[in-house]
Structure formats: C-alpha cells, structure tokens
C-alpha cells in the first residue's frame, strides 16, 4: 500500500512558477514509478510528466515539454514537479500517482495509487 500526499499548490502569475511535492508513505517502500496527472473544470485527466524508479527516465506531457521539470527524491520518498513559464492553461488539479511497474507510463490506468490533489491557479 503506498499514500500519496500532495503539496505546494498556490496561485501565481502568468509566467511565474511553482514547485508541487508529493510525498510518498506505506507498507510498500519500493520506489515507483510516479507520475504527475492535472485536470481542470469540465476537462479529462491530462498526463503531465513520469519519472521512472531509479530518477534516470523522465518522460512530458507535449503540452509541458520544456517547461516542466519531474524529479524525485528517493531518500526522502518525494517527487518533485517544477513548473515554469506557467500560464492560465496550466491552471487545474495537480494529482500525484504511483505504480510499481508499467509500460504504458503516460496513462492513467496504469496507476494504482492516487493522492487527493493540490490546485494550481495561474492568472493572467
């Protein structure tokens, strides 16, 4: 059993940027993969970045690419999402996501454990 608990959420200014943590806990302390999801008002869940076990795979979303930084800590068990440059369609809920393997890294059924979220506004 992994719990996943998301931080760092805020609201920010076009073009500024925030840092959202996830920290993983549980009975399962094998690093995951883990992943970032987001979903705005009347939108679908939209895959943002997954970072592989061990932090040497690190895979974007086209809409983050270059923008986005996922990152992880296993020492500590969290997974880091640096985002930059944001703007207004960024603005959504940020959902932390983990599996023990997967090869199909960018879609959501291939989670198992999903924490509660953190909002992200961005204005403009």
């Known amino acids: 059993q992994v719990h996943l608990v998301e931080s760092g959420g805020g609201s920010v200014q076009a073009g500024g940027s925030l840092r959202l943590s996830c920290a993983a806990s549980?009975?399962?302390?094998?690093?995951?993969?883990m992943a970032w999801f987001r979903q705005a008002p009347a939108n679908e869940r939209e895959w943002v970045a997954t970072?592989?076990?061990?932090?040497?795979?690190?895979y974007y979303g086209d809409s983050v690419k270059g923008r986005f930084i996922i990152s992880r800590d296993n020492a500590m068990n969290t997974v880091y999402l640096e985002m930059n440059i944001l703007g207004p369609e960024d603005t959504a809920m940020y959902y932390c996501?983990?599996?023990?393997?997967?090869?199909?890294?960018?879609?959501?059924?291939?989670?198992?454990?999903w924490g509660r979220g953190t909002q992200v506004t961005v204005s403009s």
């Open positions: 996501a983990a599996t023990r393997t997967t090869m199909f890294p960018r879609r959501e059924e291939s989670y198992k454990y």
């Open positions: 549980g009975s399962d302390a094998e690093p995951h993969f």
């Open positions: 970072i592989s076990p061990s932090g040497a795979g690190t």
